[in-house]
């Protein structure tokens, strides 16, 4: 095949003419894939260990906002990645019709692999911008299906990065005459710049959910600084959780028991009492906004102090009043894990998880429980 010749599709008879079918395009969208999904793959692990860890991991929880980073990152790559995906596909879709479907038994199962790889690959983007949108058409748990998806999408990477391996390195090494240009190779410039500013444009309107000066900018993020109750966005407020009339009780204790040797039920006056501690942490959302505030209350490691547990062996399952909230606290020892009765210098609002929650660094959002009502001691 030509680099630089009109009919850029070999085995097709001439039906598809321009230069843009070729695979110099096709290698230079690949190579931006290639950095799009291993990003977006890489920190998705990370967010999955941090959510999810198995028994022999635990989070560091230094430096504080190392998850708003990780999960900016991962949301923000996938979204650069939607334009990318539709033009590879469509530069490289006459191959997809090519006819026979293989040559050899070593292109059969190079073509094979890209079923997970094209299938994986927008089902990944199609689910997590969804997600992000809070959008769930569909029954399954989001998480699991996207974790496995992404494991089959990369086997299929793999195998696809190994078989155009050799043809990117060859077709990219061969750079085109810069001074004057042939009309193939500007017509692929024109393409290339139009996909990079379409990358571009849905990064800027979408990454002010987490940095905050193109807050003003991203038309479409889902959650921008500034916005909730108290000035800081909610992802799921206490009517949705129906937690609203119990967590005002003023009957309301948290329970520290477990393996502890004196089970405690402290009132709110009782936490309000206690010395406090201030630190400044982000929420940061799997759904790839976050923002920093002010967060007062009684360090977590006190607490279980009080209570006669041993902070440097123990895990802690922190219980919501809402009934399907459950996650282990990995992060007991840093000073600033707290549990936070004040947001801002005010008491907490109930759709931050009045009368108190759980925050501490490096934590996703999503392990930040809002309406503790009990702390499980093993
Ligand atoms: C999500 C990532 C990717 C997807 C969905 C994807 C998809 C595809 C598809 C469907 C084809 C046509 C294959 C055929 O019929 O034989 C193709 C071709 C190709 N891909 Fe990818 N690809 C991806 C990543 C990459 C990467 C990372 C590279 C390079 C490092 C790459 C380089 C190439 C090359 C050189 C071709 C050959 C084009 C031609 O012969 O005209 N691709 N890709």
Redesign the pocket.
């Known amino acids: 095949?030509s680099d630089e010749g009109a009919t850029?599709?070999?085995g097709l008879g001439g039906r598809y003419r321009s230069a843009l079918?070729?695979?110099r395009t096709?290698?230079l969208?690949?190579?931006a894939?290639?950095?799009?999904?291993t990003l977006c793959f890489a920190t998705g692990l990370w967010s999955h260990l941090q959510q999810d860890p198995p028994a022999w991991f635990s989070a560091p929880s230094r430096p504080a906002g190392l998850y708003r980073v990780t999960q900016g990152i991962h949301v923000t790559s996938g979204f650069a990645?939607i334009p990318?995906?539709l033009a590879?596909?469509w530069?490289?879709?006459p191959?997809?019709v090519?006819w026979p479907p293989a040559r050899s038994v070593l292109?059969a199962i190079?073509?094979l692999a890209?079923l997970p790889?094209?299938g994986g690959?927008v089902f990944l983007l199609f689910s997590g911008v969804a997600n992000v949108a809070r959008w769930y058409p569909w029954t399954f748990f989001f998480p699991r299906a996207h974790f496995w998806a992404a494991w089959i999408?990369i086997g299929?990477?793999v195998v696809?990065?190994g078989?155009?391996?050799a043809?990117?390195r060859r077709?990219l090494r061969r750079s085109p005459p810069s001074s004057t240009p042939t009309p193939a190779a500007a017509d692929r410039r024109g393409f290339l710049a139009g996909v990079a500013a379409a990358s571009t444009a849905l990064v800027v309107t979408t990454a002010g959910g987490t940095i905050a000066p193109l807050g003003t900018v991203s038309v479409l993020a889902q959650r921008r600084p500034g916005d909730g109750p108290q000035g800081l966005p909610v992802n799921k407020s206490a009517a949705s959780a129906r937690v609203t009339e119990i967590a005002r009780d003023p009957a309301f204790r948290l329970v520290i028991d477990g393996a502890v040797d004196h089970p405690l039920a402290l009132s709110l006056a009782e936490l309000r009492a206690m010395p406090a501690r201030e630190a400044t942490l982000p929420i940061a959302c799997v759904e790839g906004w976050s923002q920093s505030a002010t967060w007062r209350g009684v360090p977590l490691r006190d607490l279980l102090a009080l209570a006669g547990a041993r902070p440097e062996t123990a895990t802690v399952t922190v219980e919501s009043l809402q009934p399907s909230g459950r996650y282990r606290a990995s992060e007991l020892r840093d000073p600033d894990t707290l549990l936070a009765l004040e947001l801002g210098g005010e008491p907490l609002h109930i759709d931050h998880g009045f009368p108190t929650r759980l925050i501490g660094p490096n934590r996703p959002g999503v392990l930040q429980t809002k309406w503790v009502a009990r702390l499980e001691v093993r």
């Open positions: 095949m850029a599709v070999r079918h070729d695979e096709a290698a969208l690949g190579v894939l290639g950095v799009s999904f990645a990318l995906l590879k596909l530069v490289v879709h191959r997809l090519e292109h190079e073509r890209l790889l094209v690959g999408t299929g990477l696809h990065v078989a155009k391996a043809t990117t077709v």
